[in-house]
């Protein structure tokens, strides 16, 4: 764990200089709007450890596969998200000597991203080789108002001499990603332009034939009067900038304003593109900085009321997940059903920038309860338009009928993963699509969803589940042999429990859905069965024998489902006893080792009783709760939420908060050693889970028949004074307000809502007339 960052409810603040946490400090204080990121990078030239890191959403190269041999069904490339070209460069030079921070004194340096108002601002002090001292201020964001724009104000102010200072703000699409084979590029110049104080470049990505078209504008105060400075307009091969050489006295300050645009052909005509990115450029000069920044503050105030978590009396429990909702805010928006979510969001490039199973599992409950029902919708809608590519998939490994695997990871619908054992054998991903549906109709009510996207959907993935299996004689159930379960430290094993179990529960939810598209819209149910050749009685016969006759292994002496038909098999030991200079054992143990041990990446069984808590009671979660957790070594980024969930479900409240707080500061505190490659996003949807789900005790049940309910089950943490959120519900917006003494519910809707409160059903009346508080029993 690394501890430089100082704890604040609503910042993320670096107090001095740490270069050699820089990478990580990039990460952490990335930016972004859904459209465009960035890595929180220095606009000043910087030869110290740095990340450089500029992207544009579905933006994408398909990269060579990262192994040396190929199988029938292999992955053909390896997709991952672009570096685009650095648009936030502004290069100082004082009397011919450059500011670099990596060769000069720094003073008074401080760093801080604002989570309340969306900017991140950066000031120090540089003392160069040559004696001068140079006082800098730096402010900029990705604009969520205008979201292909970011904008910059960089102040720059002589404190013991005068003297010629050269700027040279620039757009650099000469760029590669760390990653990249033998220092490949990915773009070609297509063209460029410069004019006064402007630049414009357009580049275009090669195989994937992307065109991006970044264009800058820059516009010079000095003592708050803007200046008319001479311009030198520089070409070089993937690089456009303007020079400017200014007289700058002591004491007096200079500030650049940098505007920028980056528009891609997903939105706009190559021919045009160039002349788009002028106009955009245009608009929001006009606009000017200080107004752009002031929409900025207002939107992010917009979304602060829906979303945010209040903590009272643990900073640094309030900090983490403000931090959380924050990046979960800038990566994904919702407006635009062609993206999706990466691991990694807009703050590094590993895992390629792709979609996992990880949007299904963790990332849409987030955006169900806190924005509105088109954005949580549209990661569904996501999966279905890539349900043709899907199906491909599953033709390539030998299946038929119209049955589809989703990818384990993907940019556009086909599979991009490079290891087997993960590409062929991670096939629980199907399932969490599947349940997403599911979650997605009962929490918003929308069964039109199911008529005219879901069902066809879980047709596909039942159609898969039911020739997956096979019948074991033996066992007599249906088996799945060689797969890979959520704990992916092991692989190609027999009868994972999770796989098995959502795969009949799937086949089951089908069957529903039939069903109810059938009495919804039966003229909608005929084309499709139609269209798809969907033999109904046939298919529903075969999924109710699966269903039936699953195999699902368990230890009755024990009473705990078994992870895999094998692990009984396995020297079973607590993570304690592994020694500590061994953790994590991912990057100290032989994959061999790894694989024959007992230890779990992530929540395996208890994910899938997670998921499906309303079919287990109580001690069956106990039971393989106190089993599995002394085995974990929480070692993915998305195991802590989950077991903190589950921790607070059994009432043990300091595995809970150790768990949350682990979600909470995964990359604030650098705990798996890897934040410089980037902010672990996903999962901290995961964190929002753990506050909400946990600590909140939300759920949302529906007995058969019955419309569902809202059900909240609250504690505070003993070491919290207080705690509240909001959740939108079906058109309700409740806050949830809970104290060591009583839970308050407020409604901020024009409509009732009746929820179960602690045990007891209670009406909350429309538009906060009414508040109800309940005492919570010692």
């Known amino acids: 764990m690394k501890n430089y960052i100082t704890q604040d409810p609503w910042n993320i603040v670096e107090d001095g200089f740490h270069p050699d946490f820089n990478e990580i400090t990039e990460s952490v204080m990335s930016l972004g709007n859904g459209r465009l990121g960035q890595r929180g990078n220095f606009e000043e030239k910087f030869t110290g450890k740095s990340l450089q890191g500029n992207y544009v959403a579905g933006v994408y190269y398909p990269d060579k596969t990262r192994v040396g041999w190929w199988k029938n069904g292999y992955p053909e490339y390896f997709a991952k998200v672009l570096n685009a070209a650095n648009w936030i460069g502004i290069d100082i030079d004082i009397d011919y000597e450059s500011l670099d921070l990596n060769h000069c004194e720094v003073r008074n340096f401080r760093r801080v991203l604002n989570m309340q108002e969306g900017y991140l601002e950066r000031s120090f002090v540089a003392v160069l080789k040559s004696g001068k001292e140079i006082q800098v201020n730096a402010k900029r964001f990705c604009s969520i108002v205008d979201d292909e724009a970011g904008a910059i104000r960089y102040a720059i102010k002589p404190l013991n001499f ?109 021919d045009t593109i160039i002349k788009d990115a002028h106009q955009y450029i245009q608009r929001i000069t006009r606009k000017g900085f200080e107004k752009m ?126 290891e087997w054992e993960i590409t062929f054998e991670e096939i629980h991903r199907n399932g969490a699509i599947a349940y997403a549906i599911f979650d997605y109709v009962r929490y918003t009510g929308d069964e039109q969803y199911l008529v005219d996207y879901g069902l066809e959907v879980l047709i596909a993935i039942s159609r898969f589940w039911s020739q997956r299996v096979n019948w074991s004689k033996e066992k007599e159930k249906y088996v799945m042999l060689g797969v890979t379960g959520p704990n992916e430290y092991e692989n190609n094993v027999n009868n994972n429990w999770y796989t098995n179990y959502i795969a ?75 020694p500590k200079g061994q953790r994590p054992i991912n990057q100290n143990w032989s994959w ?54 589950q921790a607070s479900k059994l009432g043990m409240k300091e595995k809970a908060y150790e768990m949350y707080l682990r979600t909470a500061r995964l990359d604030l505190d650098d705990y798996n050693n890897d934040t410089e490659d980037g902010c672990h996003i996903t999962s901290m949807a995961g964190t929002w889970l753990a506050v909400v789900k946990g600590f909140g005790g939300l759920r949302i049940e529906q007995a058969d028949g019955a419309e569902p309910r809202v059900v909240l089950n609250p504690y505070c943490p003993d070491n919290w004074q207080s705690l509240a959120f909001k959740i939108r519900y079906r058109g309700v917006l409740l806050q949830v307000t809970t104290t060591q003494q009583d839970v308050t519910v407020e409604n901020f809707s024009a409509q009732p809502i009746t929820i179960h409160l602690l045990g007891e059903q209670v009406v909350i009346g429309a538009e906060s007339q009414q508040t109800v508080s309940v005492k919570i029993e010692a």
């Open 592 to 645: 061999d080792r790894i694989l024959r041990s007992c230890f779990i990446k992530q929540a395996d069984v208890l994910q899938g009783l997670y998921f499906f808590e309303d079919e287990f009671d109580t001690e069956t979660l106990r039971r393989n709760f106190d089993f599995y957790e002394p085995m974990t070594v929480h070692e993915s980024s998305l195991s802590p939420c989950v077991h903190s969930i």
């Open 293 to 418: 920044l002031f929409e900025q503050k207002q939107a992010w105030a917009d979304k602060w009321k829906t979303n945010d978590i209040i903590i009272e009396g643990d900073i640094a429990a309030q900090q983490g997940i403000r931090f959380n909702i924050f990046q979960l805010n800038q990566t994904y928006t919702g407006e635009d059903e062609r993206l999706n979510i990466g691991p990694k969001g807009f703050t590094g490039e590993k895992y390629g920038g792709s979609t996992y199973w990880d949007t299904e599992a963790y990332c849409l409950p987030f955006y169900l309860a806190t924005a509105d029902q088109k954005v949580a919708k549209n990661l569904l809608v996501y999966r279905y338009k890539q349900l043709g590519k899907a199906i491909e998939n599953a033709q390539k490994l030998g299946f038929r009928a119209g049955a589809a695997l989703y990818p384990m990871v993907t940019m556009n619908g086909e599979e991009c993963h490079n």
């Open 504 to 578: 009949a529960w799937t086949l089951r939810y089908t069957t529903e859905a039939v069903a109810r598209v059938k009495a919804l819209d039966s003229d909608k149910y005929a084309d499709l069965i139609d269209r798809i050749h969907f033999r109904e009685d046939k298919e529903l016969a075969t999924a109710r024998q699966i269903i039936d006759k699953m195999y699902l292994p368990a230890d009755a002496e024990k009473g705990v489902f078994l992870q895999q038909e094998g692990f009984l098999d396995k020297d079973l030991m607590p993570v304690s006893d592994i």
């Open 162 to 270: 005068e003297a010629k200072i050269t700027i040279t703000p620039y757009i650099n699409g000469d760029i590669r990603n760390r990653d990249a084979n033998y220092d490949e590029t990915f773009w070609d110049e297509v063209r460029k332009e410069t004019g006064y104080g402007e630049a414009y470049i357009e580049l275009r990505t090669r195989k994937t034939g992307f065109h991006v078209a970044t264009g800058m504008c820059v516009e010079i105060e000095q003592d708050g009067v803007k200046v008319d400075y001479q311009s030198q307009p520089i070409k070089y091969e993937k690089y456009v900038a303007n020079r400017m050489t200014l007289d700058c006295r002591k004491g007096q300050e200079t500030v650049i304003y940098k505007y920028a645009v980056n528009l891609s052909s997903l939105n706009y005509d190559p």
